[in-house]
């Protein structure tokens, strides 16, 4: 289930199941968007990321959905394994403006 | 390749004592981002340089944070008169020219008692 305010939203899947994370960003203007895991004790870690010209976009596993009119994303995990166990945000960025602007995450458990 | 490095990865810092905080970038890398993040949030930028130039620093809390990167390689943030609200993990980011995918390091996690 989900939790708001001061702590993480949280998703909780069964390892096999497929897992949907959503963000919601703030900048119309924002033409470009990524999808980072973060890991206790470490650094960002890219996953995938789309442009504002684009709905869908697949890689390994993951594929990140745009859309544009109500300014979500959202990044579909097939399969999920205990190892994609770890926070999730997603960042936004917008031509010009070189630095990333990051959503609160969301924190996925996944049991074996 | 190695990827980005910072040291030192903990910091515990008595409440006025200055501190430095080093990142290494991925090497040809000429954008380097400094971010905060506090428990349970996501980065928040601080400031960003391209080469040895500081071209925004907009993030950065109070006049006590200050940044360098001298020969456009190595980047240290210090803070000075550390204060209990600067307890935070301190995140460093580079990127290749033209390219918008940043590369982060572990982190600095900054403790002030």
């Known amino acids: 289930g989900e939790s708001v305010g001061l702590h993480l939203p949280t998703l909780s899947v069964q390892e096999g199941d497929n897992s949907i994370i959503n963000c919601a960003y703030s900048?119309?203007?924002?033409?470009?968007f990524i999808w980072y895991k973060q890991e206790s004790g470490k650094g960002p870690q890219f996953i995938i990321d789309?442009?504002?010209?684009?709905d869908k976009r697949q890689g390994q596993r993951v594929t990140v959905l745009l859309n544009k009119t109500v300014k979500h994303l959202s990044l579909q995990i097939a399969a999920t394994q205990p190892g994609d166990s770890a926070v999730y945000f997603c960042?936004?960025?917008?031509?010009?403006?070189?630095?990333?602007?990051f959503g609160k995450g969301t924190m996925l458990l996944v049991s074996p | 390749g190695a990827g980005v490095s910072q040291s030192p990865r903990y910091k515990v810092a008595k409440r006025g004592q200055d501190v430095a905080l080093r990142c290494d970038p991925i090497s040809g890398h000429v954008s380097l981002f400094w971010y905060q993040q506090a428990l349970g949030q996501g980065p928040e930028f601080l400031t960003y340089?391209?080469?040895?130039?500081?071209?925004?620093k907009s993030g950065l809390p109070s006049d006590r944070f200050f940044a360098e990167r001298p020969e456009g390689s190595v980047s240290t943030l210090k803070i000075q008169r550390t204060q209990q609200e600067d307890s935070a993990v301190y995140l460093c980011?580079?990127?290749?020219?033209?390219?918008?995918?940043?590369?982060f390091g572990p982190g600095t996690r900054l403790t002030v008692t």
């Open positions: 789309i442009r504002s010209n684009m």
């Open positions: 900048n119309s203007a924002s033409d470009y």
């Open positions: 340089f391209q080469n040895e130039a500081q071209l925004d």
């Open positions: 960042a936004e960025n917008f031509s010009g403006y070189s630095t990333l602007t």
């Open positions: 980011a580079s990127t290749a020219t033209k390219s918008y995918e940043q590369y």
